[in-house]
C-alpha cells in the first residue's frame, strides 16, 4: 500500500509571513493524484490545492503553492502571506488506483 | 448539489452496543471512502467501497467492523459490540470515478463509547 509521511507534527508562522508543509510518499505507480486538505476546528476537511502526477508545473491556488518533485516523491505546500484563518491541521494525500492516503498531518498555528 | 451528508453527526453508544454511521454521498458519485480519526492523529483509512461491492477493506478490523453501500441507499459503517477504543470521528468521502480524483468530505460523525 502506498504511504504518506508529513514529518512536521506542529509548525508555526508568524503572520504575514511564508511556511512550508512537507510530505513525501511512496509509490510505484505513475498516474496519481496529491492533494493538501485543510481541517480547522470545525472537523471539515477542506480541500486547499491538488496536483496531478503527469503535470510538470506546479499547481496553485492564490496564496497556496506546492513544489512538486516526482523523481524525489516530495510534495510540500507553501502559504504566503499566512492569514490567522489558514490555523489549522493539514493533511498531505494521496490519490491513486484503488487507493486514496493521508499523511499524519502537520498543525499550523499562526501568530499575530 | 448537496454535499456528503453524514449522520449522525454525533452518537453516543454504551459499552456492547452496536452503532450504525449513514454517508449519503453527493449525487453521482459512485464511490465512497471511509476513515477513522482518532484525536489529535490523522485520518486513517478503513475501508472503500463502489456500490453494491466492497473494493478495499484493508484498513478496517477483522471483527465486530463491517461496510456496505447499497444499490439503493447510503453507505452504512457498523460497529458491533463497541468498546472505548471506538470512540473517534468517523468520515466519509465520496468521489465520481474510482480513480485518481478528489474526494468530497462529509463532515463526519463523532462516536462516543461510555
Known amino acids: 500500500a502506498q504511504t504518506v509521511t508529513q514529518s512536521q507534527p506542529e509548525m508555526s508562522v508568524q503572520e504575514a509571513e511564508t511556511v512550508t508543509l512537507s510530505c513525501t510518499y511512496d509509490?510505484?505507480?505513475?498516474?496519481?493524484?496529491l492533494f493538501w486538505y485543510k481541517q480547522p476546528p470545525s472537523r471539515q476537511m477542506i480541500l486547499v490545492i491538488r496536483q496531478e502526477a503527469y503535470k510538470q508545473q506546479n499547481a496553485t491556488e492564490n496564496r497556496f503553492s506546492v513544489n512538486f518533485q516526482k523523481a524525489a516523491k516530495s510534495f510540500s505546500l507553501k502559504i504566503s502571506d499566512s492569514q490567522l484563518g489558514d490555523a489549522a491541521m493539514y493533511f498531505c494525500?494521496?490519490?491513486?488506483?484503488?487507493?486514496?492516503?493521508f499523511g499524519a498531518g502537520t498543525r499550523l498555528t499562526v501568530k499575530p | 448539489n448537496a454535499g456528503v451528508m453524514q449522520n449522525p453527526r454525533h452518537l453516543v453508544r454504551r459499552r456492547g452496543q452496536e452503532a450504525r454511521l449513514r454517508c449519503s454521498p453527493m449525487k453521482g458519485h459512485s464511490h465512497v471512502y471511509w476513515y477513522r480519526q482518532l484525536p489529535e492523529e490523522g485520518l486513517k483509512f478503513m475501508v472503500y467501497?463502489?456500490?453494491?461491492?466492497?473494493?478495499?477493506e484493508s484498513g478496517m478490523p477483522k471483527e465486530r467492523f463491517s461496510a456496505e453501500f447499497p444499490k439503493e441507499g447510503p453507505s452504512i459503517l457498523r460497529i458491533q459490540q463497541v468498546v472505548r477504543g471506538d470512540s473517534a470521528a468517523y468520515f466519509c468521502a465520496s468521489s465520481p470515478r474510482a480513480l485518481n480524483t478528489e474526494a468530497f468530505f462529509g463532515q463526519g460523525t463523532r462516536l462516543t463509547v461510555v
Open positions: 494525500a494521496y490519490a491513486g488506483n484503488n487507493d486514496m492516503r
Open positions: 509509490t510505484s505507480e505513475s498516474d496519481y493524484y
Open positions: 467501497l463502489q456500490k453494491e461491492n466492497i473494493i478495499d
